[in-house]
């Protein structure tokens, strides 16, 4: 998760990932950068994010990101 994390706030560095947890019910994330961090995952884990799984409650909180990935893997 720390990778992750490191990701996340390299890309978007005026979020505060560690506290937050409804990133895009709050607007700081939005679709185009839900799309970005499905590239940045999918890369990083090797991983294929299915239509099911882009939902805004997988990326309301890097916890929510994190069991998604580990759901995928």
Do not use: H, T
């Not at 940045?40 to 909180?61: G, H, K, L, N, R």
Request: charged share 30%.
């Amino acid at each position: 998760m720390d990778e992750l994390l490191a990701m996340l706030k390299e890309n978007f560095p005026g979020i505060d990932f560690e506290n937050e947890d409804k990133l895009y019910e709050k607007g700081l994330l939005d679709s185009v950068s839900v799309v970005e961090i499905i590239s940045e995952i999918e890369d990083m884990y090797d991983i294929s994010v299915s239509m099911e799984y882009i939902q805004p409650q997988y990326f309301e909180s890097v916890s929510a990101m994190w069991d998604m990935i580990q759901e995928l893997s």
